[in-house]
């Protein structure tokens, strides 16, 4: 059975950084991590393989997110830097097979979800 525990959400002010943090167990997946705001849809982040050597960011946060992950330790991380008050979400750690062969940037892409964590940007 996987299990996703994230930690690291909090409240910050706009222009700080904040590094996310998603232990894992049941074994290395392709791993990535979605988002909620307030009434709004769930957006993929960002995606990284098994092995760590591809990444993939959503336009939104490229250039200022980096995903990464330590197979040693069962960790991925999503480190934040330059927050906005637009990146006020619950922030959801996934990983998964993709058994659909839906896009990796599709929630159907990951069978395995966390139970989120909440980064506040205050302006």
């Known amino acids: 059975q996987v299990q996703l525990v994230e930690s690291g959400g909090r409240l910050v002010q706009a222009g700080d950084s904040l590094r996310l943090s998603c232990a894992t167990s049941?074994?290395?997946?392709?791993m990535g991590w979605f988002r909620q705001a307030p009434e709004k849809e769930q957006e993929f982040v960002a995606r990284?393989?098994?092995?760590?050597?591809?990444?993939y960011y959503a336009d939104s946060v490229k250039g200022r997110f980096t995903i990464s992950r330590d197979n040693a330790k069962n960790t991925v991380y999503l480190q934040m830097n330059s927050l906005k008050p637009e990146d006020t979400a619950d922030y959801y750690c996934?990983?998964?097979?993709?058994?659909?062969?839906?896009?990796?940037?599709?929630?159907?892409?990951?069978?395995?979800w966390g139970q989120g964590t909440q980064v506040t940007v205050s302006s």
């Open positions: 996934v990983a998964g097979t993709n058994p659909t062969g839906a896009a990796f940037t599709s929630r159907w892409a990951y069978e395995y």
């Open positions: 049941g074994g290395t997946y392709a």
């Open positions: 990284i393989s098994r092995s760590g050597a591809n990444t």
